[in-house]
């Protein structure tokens, strides 16, 4: 089974704080993905990998900066956390963005709170 | 945007009955997928359509894709109480990147 690990499930900051998310795949999987979810809008993508040192912004990159120095691990970065930075934070791994094989696994996800 | 918008919004329903699901979307898609979300966890994958589909299977879901109208649903038979959780469709592009919609929230009570 593919096993995705996010390496907080609660964290409470400081506006101006910054902040290091993690999250681990252990899968081999080319493609990583950063995600937030708030009430109402669902899912949207921060950023995501699909090489070791590649990144590509998402839909909603701004405040945050990404990671990737192992092909295992895609860290989110909050340069300086802000009180509407406060959601729920979903790391995903995918083999490729291959046909049939973009099928995503996802962490138990971490619950930031900015205060 | 090709993002799967979920219809209804929330749903609450009988053990036993049957739940009905429906996600359109916007764009021409590679395939689709339905995730689903346990309150307060990650979404875990339940199944995969491909464009040339137009009906899959997995045990007590069956998934139905219509290109034509940019329209999709899931199918729950035989709820059970363990079935609460929201659920998100996903239409996924050429590129193979997923656009999640906000998700059918799904209560089945004993």
């Known amino acids: 089974d593919v096993k995705v690990t996010q390496s907080s499930r609660y964290l409470v900051k400081r506006t101006g704080e910054k902040v290091f998310l993690e999250c681990v795949q252990d899968?081999?999987?080319?493609?990583m993905f950063w995600y937030r979810q708030d009430p109402g809008l669902g899912l949207r993508l921060i950023y995501f990998?699909?090489?070791?040192?590649?990144?590509e912004k998402g839909d909603i990159p701004e405040g945050y900066s990404v990671s990737r120095e192992k092909k295992e691990r895609f860290s989110l970065i909050l340069e300086s956390a802000s009180t509407n930075q406060t959601s729920m934070y979903l790391c995903a791994s995918a083999q490729s963005v291959l046909r049939a094989k973009n099928i995503q696994y996802f962490g138990a996800g971490t619950r930031l709170s900015v205060l | 945007s090709q993002q799967g918008e979920e219809d209804p919004q929330a749903l609450s329903i009988q053990e036993g009955e049957n739940a009905t699901m429906n996600c359109s979307y916007k764009t021409s898609i590679n395939n689709l997928q339905w995730y689903r979300q346990n309150s307060g966890r990650g979404l875990v994958h339940l199944i995969l359509?491909?464009?040339?589909?137009r009906e899959k299977h997995s045990g007590r879901l069956r998934v139905t894709l219509d290109t034509s109208k940019k329209s999709s649903s899931l199918l729950i038979t035989a709820s059970r109480a363990a079935d609460t959780a929201s659920y998100f469709c996903?239409?996924?592009?050429?590129?193979?990147?997923?656009?999640f919609g906000q998700g059918t929230t799904l209560q089945v009570k004993p």
């Open positions: 996903a239409p996924a592009s050429n590129t193979g990147k997923l656009i």
């Open positions: 990998s699909y090489d070791v040192k590649m990144k």
């Open positions: 899968m081999d999987h080319e493609n």
């Open positions: 359509i491909r464009s040339n589909e």
